[in-house]
């Protein structure tokens, strides 16, 4: 990964997509931006109008529409790209044909000889992140799904307006699948370095229920925001911008992205699910083992077991 020109390369140019993009150029996170889409016209367009911006961005980027040869030499490759579930379609079903559109993106940036990051976005994210890794035949330290970042954000400002704290001297992490299974373990979540649970048990105004109950409005969140505005995508694209800062930077942060499981968490098979992780520059460097509660374990196990089972529903 070069320091000198950090290359990002987006595939789909939809409401996620550009999302990214557009936080991506606020933020100065990247110094050349190739966006590649079925729709090329489309693609054209979006980076018009994103460099039209530049001189107001305080940002030096080079944006333009490209081709997946452009991905050569690109660092960071992010999917956004999939389709939409059709009325009376199975989940599986829908899998099934964004596996075909991940073939049809993953195959062609391998071929013209990609050798970075691969950084997943398209949903459920934790098997596509997987589908990845089977197309590419890359190292799993280099493919990387959203995971339950955004929803470990959500849970933080949250429990932050809760307890009339800073929401970043909130510790607390949503892990598992990025769907209906994912929880929260309430026995590793602190404010500052007091357990959060501890802080429950001294004080009569509020319990696990209140927490639960926050855990409840996190997972919903999303459909409330789809319900309201169909879809979502702000939230989203810059918890993408977080992570691709964190590589470029070679923070070593520690992020809930979907990673490959290699016995943490008693837990294997290749399943990618959201965990605490460890990223920098050469990717999801290492999981974060924490200590969880056996209930806390049987729930996580619960959730990798539902992202297999669907995953070997699956055609790759």
Not at 28 to 47: M, P, Q, T, W, Y
Not at 216 to 235: F, H, L, M, N, P
Not at 279 to 293: E, F, W
Request: aromatic residues 8%.
């Amino acid at each position: 990964m070069s320091l000198d020109n950090r290359k990002v390369a987006v595939v789909g140019c939809g409401m996620v997509g550009m999302s990214y993009s557009y936080a991506l150029l606020n933020q100065n996170a990247c110094d050349e931006l190739v966006l590649i889409d079925i729709d090329k016209k489309r693609a054209s367009g979006e980076a018009m109008d994103l460099g039209h911006g530049l001189a107001f961005a305080g940002s030096h980027m080079r944006i333009y529409a490209g081709e997946y040869r452009d991905c050569k030499d690109a660092d960071i490759v992010v999917i956004c790209a999939g389709v939409a579930q059709k009325p009376g379609e199975s989940r599986l079903d829908l899998l099934q044909r964004n596996t075909e559109v991940f073939r049809s993106v993953v195959i062609p940036v391998t071929d013209a000889g990609f050798n970075g990051i691969f950084l997943v976005a398209t949903n459920p994210v934790d098997i596509m992140t997987r589908i990845t890794h089977e197309l590419s035949g890359f190292n799993p330290k280099h493919i990387i799904g959203s995971g339950t970042t955004l929803d470990t954000a959500r849970l933080r400002y949250l429990l932050g307006d809760f307890f009339s704290v800073d929401p970043r001297n909130i510790h607390a992490y949503v892990i598992g699948e990025h769907g209906d299974s994912e929880f929260v373990p309430w026995s590793q979540a602190l404010i500052a370095t007091k357990p959060v649970l501890e802080y429950t048990t001294e004080t009569n105004s509020f319990g696990i229920d209140d927490l639960e109950n926050i855990a409840a409005e996190v997972r919903s969140a999303a459909q409330k925001i789809i319900e309201a505005k169909r879809a979502t995508y702000y939230g989203i694209g810059m918890s993408l911008v977080r992570i691709t800062r964190a590589i470029f930077g070679d923070e070593n942060s520690i992020l809930t992205v979907s990673s490959m499981l290699r016995g943490e968490f008693e837990q294997s098979g290749g399943v990618f699910v959201g965990v605490p992780t460890i990223v920098g520059r050469s990717g999801a460097q290492k999981v974060l083992p924490i200590s969880m509660t056996r209930s806390e374990l049987d729930k996580f196990a619960h959730s990798c077991d539902i992202l297999r089972e669907t995953y070997n529903g699956i055609r790759i």
